[in-house]
Structure formats: C-alpha cells, structure tokens
C-alpha cells in the first residue's frame, strides 16, 4: 500500500505564494507519475499538474498554466507543487495522487491509484 503525506497549505492572500509537498513512501512500479488534484466546496475534483517521476514530463491544468510548477526530487521521495499568484479560485482542498502509468496526461485524465488525505489551501480576497 503506497502512502503520501501532503504538507504546505494555509492561509494565503490573494497575489500570494505557497508551495505544496507531498512524500512517497515508496519508489516502485505503483509509483511511476505523481499528480496534484483539487477540489472546492460544491465542484467537481480537478487535476492541477502531474509530473513523471522517472524524467519530469509534466501536465498542467488550463486554469494553472503559468502559475503553478510542479517539481520532484527522487531522492527524497517527494514531489512539489510551486503555486505562484495564488487566485481566490485557486482555494479547495488540494491532493496528491500517484499512478503506475509513466504519463502525465494519462494520469492527470484518469487520476491515480492512491491517494493521500489533503492540504487546504485557501486564497482571501
């Protein structure tokens, strides 16, 4: 059982920065792309950005083009996702995903296989 551990989120005002983290407790054939979801109140879950492990191929969301990057460090077991003039619509509940499938796109469609609990972010006005 793949376990992730997400940290980072908080109180930001909007213009703001914040940068998530999220650790892998394994590198195996499970863990081939990690991905970064969120979800506000009332809506629908979205994919933010995903990034393979192996070569950092990455996706991002339409929504984050430009704002958001999303890093790894195989070392460490952790992926990062550097969220930059944060919006008030950026808030939600923000997870970290990791799937079996070497592709960011695939993962960021179809999200992944395990699941960590989630770090609110929230954006003020």
């Known amino acids: 059982q793949v376990q992730l551990v997400e940290s980072g989120g908080g109180l930001v005002q909007s213009g703001g920065s914040l940068r998530l983290s999220c650790v892998v407790s394994e590198l195996s054939a499970a863990v081939r792309t990690i991905g970064w979801f969120r979800q506000a109140p009332g809506k629908d879950r979205e994919a933010v950005s995903c990034?393979?492990?192996?070569?950092?191929?990455?996706y991002y969301g339409d929504s984050v083009k430009g704002r958001f990057s999303t890093s790894r460090d195989v070392a460490k077991r952790t992926a990062y996702l550097q969220m930059n003039n944060l919006k008030v619509e950026d808030t939600g509940i923000y997870y970290c995903?990791?799937?079996?499938?070497?592709?960011?796109?695939?993962?960021?469609?179809?999200?992944?296989?395990?699941w960590g609990e989630g770090t609110q972010v929230t954006v003020g006005a």
């Open positions: 995903t990791v799937g079996n499938v070497p592709s960011p796109g695939y993962t960021c469609y179809q999200g992944g296989n395990y």
């Open positions: 990034v393979v492990f192996s070569d950092g191929q990455t």
